[in-house]
């Protein structure tokens, strides 16, 4: 069982960045692919993000592609998500998720074994 804790988020204006934070317990943190999703009031969760074990590979969302960027720091057992340029659709909660049940990076919410309680992030126009 891994437990993730997510940080980072709040309030921003229109343009601006956050940078989210996932603080993973376990040793195993850089065996996982993990991923980042988010979930706006009255829709379904959706992926944003994921990233291979060693962070050599990633894959986003079009929604985001070119503005967020995820990333990680294995020695830290930390997840990322850079999100520049923010718009106000971009409000939502946001969670770290992981590991995927299959290792591979999927969009899937149902592959991820475990997820962390969300951040809140909210853009302002």
């Known amino acids: 069982q891994v437990q993730l804790v997510e940080s980072g988020g709040g309030l921003v204006q229109a343009g601006g960045s956050l940078r989210l934070s996932c603080a993973a317990s376990g040793r195993t943190f850089s065996a996982y692919t993990m991923g980042w999703f988010r979930q706006a009031p009255g829709k379904e969760r959706e992926f944003v993000a994921a990233i291979i074990r060693n962070g050599d590979s990633t894959y986003y969302a079009d929604s985001v592609k070119g503005r967020f960027t995820i990333s990680r720091d294995n020695a830290k057992n930390t997840l990322y998500l850079q999100m520049n340029s923010l718009k106000p659709e971009n409000t939502a909660r946001y969670y770290c998720?992981?590991?995927?049940?299959?290792?591979?990076?999927?969009?899937?919410?149902?592959?991820?074994?475990?997820w962390g309680q969300g951040t809140q992030v909210t853009v302002s126009s």
């Open positions: 998720a992981g590991p995927s049940r299959s290792g591979v990076m999927t969009t899937s919410r149902l592959q991820y074994a475990n």
